[in-house]
């Protein structure tokens, strides 16, 4: 079985390096002047996330009477797009001042706290994770719903809580390193 697999595997490896080399040809420089290309990518995900359950206790060698809490039976559902971009420093900054001002803080000085505390160089390139206004029907947001929430030692629940249509259009995340 395992033979057949790697077979199989070898076989599709060969089939997209053949066709990857017949698609490509020379272009000429009229041909190329033609040519226009966009950075980043967009994805779209339908969310069916199901968590058994996540726990957390302080119990330890040294604390062996802590407790513990549990939440159970976690479900995530629903869809979002995200676009993923490379941002270069001037453009990320500007972003993010512009961001910080729409809260009504001054982005010059945010962006100047982020330089001063270390926590940005000012000249890394940075990916930007934006989940855009694609106008989705909010109820296509997800939802997060734990169906009990437990404690160490009974089977007794506090009841269960959900937070539905968890509406992110809008929402922007910045990856860099440091």
Do not use: C, E
Not at 143 to 171: E, H, R
């Amino acid at each position: 079985m395992q033979r057949l697999y790697l077979l199989m595997l070898a076989a599709f490896a060969l089939l997209l390096l053949s066709s990857a080399a017949r698609a490509m040809s020379s272009m000429d420089d009229a041909d190329l002047a033609d040519v226009h290309g966009r950075d980043g990518v967009t994805l779209a995900a339908d969310l069916d996330i199901r968590i058994g359950s996540f726990s957390y206790s302080n119990k330890s060698a040294g604390n062996p009477d802590g407790g513990s809490i549990s939440f159970n039976n976690i479900t995530l559902r629903g869809m979002f797009v995200m676009t993923v971009d490379l941002l270069n420093s001037a453009s990320f900054t500007a972003t993010m001042s512009n961001a910080m001002a729409a809260y009504g803080a001054d982005g010059t000085a945010g962006i100047s706290r982020l330089l001063s505390s270390g926590t940005y160089d000012g000249h890394s390139d940075v990916i930007q994770f934006a989940l855009p206004n694609a106008g989705l029907d909010h109820r296509l947001s997800p939802s997060l719903a734990i169906a009990s929430v437990t404690m160490g030692n009974s089977s007794a629940s506090f009841g269960s809580f959900a937070f539905t249509n968890i509406d992110l259009q809008g929402s922007k995340i910045w990856m860099w390193a440091r």
